[in-house]
């Protein structure tokens, strides 16, 4: 006979260390396909501009294929406006099946894979959101997304009615590779972010609210504040420090990841409104919702406590290969994420970098956790693409129709139609492949001619500069430093790569003290 338990006894602190909820998991796999479908809604008016041959970033452009990662090359295989059209609407198709839990196994692996194809093709268009999204799809894999809430579960009920669970905790290897994936995440965020301007000053969110590239509205009206900036600069560190620990306490597991996800949708929230970053945040918000813990479902449900709760299902382990790939992937992921922490001085074995970055490219696992870290950057400012004309005028080639030289933005982040177009100018201005900056000048002369066709068969473009007007940020108080420098040219110039110094003081540009629209300064 089974021992009766005394209900006093029954703590609705039960410890959940590493184990996740089939609700919650649910809830993630719905918003995971939701993700998916808007970042694809979001992408659908550029697919000419970035997917096919004619358009800013050909295959030609890319970087150069590893024999690791070929698998991940089917948008570079198929880059024809109508295959792309066709993958679109495939990858479309599997994240409805996703969200709605049909064949859930199968839905779940080709929508990573199909993630990662796609964002094999624009990695000049990423951000950490992506990545973010792809690593934890691909260990969610791994777990029985489909086994409540989807057609799947709906089936299977259908022909074992009996089987309907009242337990919905599980916990394996791979539940426990999950949850420190997201662990590690928020540390290494933390840990990286190590300049005194984070650990000391408490000005690095000043600093981050000042890049008006991303900030909106709000973060304008907070930065007028500088000393309560100051002290959520401080509150954001400590957050990123704690929540990894309280996520994995080791008892009352259930409040401590409670507690761990109300400061982190705290953190996000304020982020979403001060900073444009995409699809960043709610891909965070997305995997939060994965580690709702049982507890805090029993207290929304009020369910009475039963000693058969407080075990995980034991039905629902993954078979041993999951769990050594699982088991694997995130070793990799601590092993990289230690090797990139500067103040650790651990290093790879440099005979087996080689075997290491090949598995994280086979898996498209590589990350670095480094947004604002070690201190945000204080290159601020805005784009002016400009062409000369055959005649010597220089007209606005960012709106063919607007004057030349263009007034300043007054707010820098409206000058991007969204992320995508923010991180292609910003991996533009990074200068990490030059021939991405002439190509974009010129397609941009070609349809400033296509628009302008009258004048462009009497006067047609000769030149063309994609230049970037800068802003160094400065302390509080103090104004920004301007200065003005070429990112790229064409018919380009290997000479006008590097930014050129001021004529007038003799000064590197984050240090100039003037400027003007002159392109050819």
């Known amino acids: 006979m089974t021992a009766e338990v005394d209900p006093e006894t029954i703590q609705p602190y039960r410890s959940e260390n590493l184990s996740l909820d089939l609700r919650s998991l649910a809830l993630m796999r719905i918003g995971m396909g939701v993700w998916i479908l808007v970042d694809l809604l979001i992408r659908l008016p550029d697919i000419a501009r970035f997917h096919t041959p004619d358009g800013y970033l050909p295959v030609s452009l890319l970087p150069s294929p590893h024999y690791v990662t070929s698998h991940f090359y089917l948008y570079r295989y198929l880059d024809s406006l109508p295959a792309v059209y066709m993958l679109y609407l495939i990858q479309a198709a599997l994240a409805v099946a996703l969200m709605a839990g049909a064949y859930t196994r199968i839905a779940s692996v080709l929508s990573w894979w199909m993630l990662a194809c796609l964002q094999s093709r624009t990695p000049i268009l990423l951000d950490g959101g992506d990545i973010h999204m792809k690593i934890m799809l691909l260990f969610s894999c791994f777990l029985p997304l489909g086994e409540v809430w989807s057609w799947d579960a709906r089936i299977r009920q259908k022909r074992e009615p009996a089987k309907s669970p009242r337990n919905f ?27 005194p301007e984070w650990r000391v000053q408490g000005d690095a969110l000043y600093y981050a609210l000042s890049i008006d590239q991303f900030a909106t509205e709000f973060a304008q009206t907070l930065i007028q504040y500088p000393g309560l900036l100051r002290v959520l600069s401080f509150a954001a560190l400590l957050v990123e420090f704690t929540a990894p620990l309280l996520i994995l306490f080791p008892i009352f597991n259930g409040v401590s990841r409670s507690l761990a996800i ?13 900073l444009h970053l995409g699809l960043f945040m709610p891909a965070c918000f997305i995997i939060l919702i994965g580690l709702l813990p049982t507890w805090l479902w029993d207290c929304w449900t009020h369910c009475e406590f039963r000693p058969d709760d407080f075990t995980p299902r034991s039905d629902l382990n993954p078979r041993w290969p999951s769990k050594i790939l699982a088991s694997t992937l995130v070793a990799f992921s601590l092993v990289q994420n230690c090797a990139v922490w500067s103040e650790l001085k651990f290093k790879i074995p440099p005979v087996i970098v080689p075997q290491v970055l090949a598995f994280g490219r086979a898996f498209s696992i590589l990350q670095f956790w480094g947004l604002f870290a070690p201190r945000p950057f204080r290159e601020d400012g805005w784009f002016v693409t400009a062409g000369v004309l055959k005649s010597g005028k220089v007209v606005n080639l960012d709106n063919f129709d607007g004057l030349y030289p263009p007034a300043r933005p007054q707010l820098l982040s409206t000058q991007f139609r969204n992320q995508r177009w923010r991180r292609y100018f910003q991996n533009l201005w990074r200068r990490d492949n030059p021939n991405w900056a002439t190509r974009y000048l010129e397609i941009r002369s070609q349809e400033w001619a296509l628009a302008k ?9 000769q030149q063309a500069y994609l230049l970037f007007v800068q802003e160094y940020s400065q302390p509080p108080g103090f104004p920004p430093l301007p200065s003005q420098y070429r ?26 003290h003037e400027y003007e629209i002159n392109v050819t300064e």
């Open 487 to 512: 990112i790229g040219q064409f018919p380009s110039d290997e000479k006008s790569v590097a930014p050129p110094v001021c004529p007038k003081c003799g000064k590197a540009h984050s240090e100039h």
């Open 169 to 195: 905790a599980i916990k394996s290897p791979v539940t426990a590779a999950w949850t420190i994936q997201i662990c590690l995440f928020y540390f290494f965020a933390a840990v990286l972010k190590s300049d």
């Open 453 to 461: 066709q009258s004048l462009a068969q009497q006067d047609p473009v």
């Open 262 to 274: 109300l400061l982190l949708t705290c953190l996000h929230t304020g982020i979403a409104l001060t």
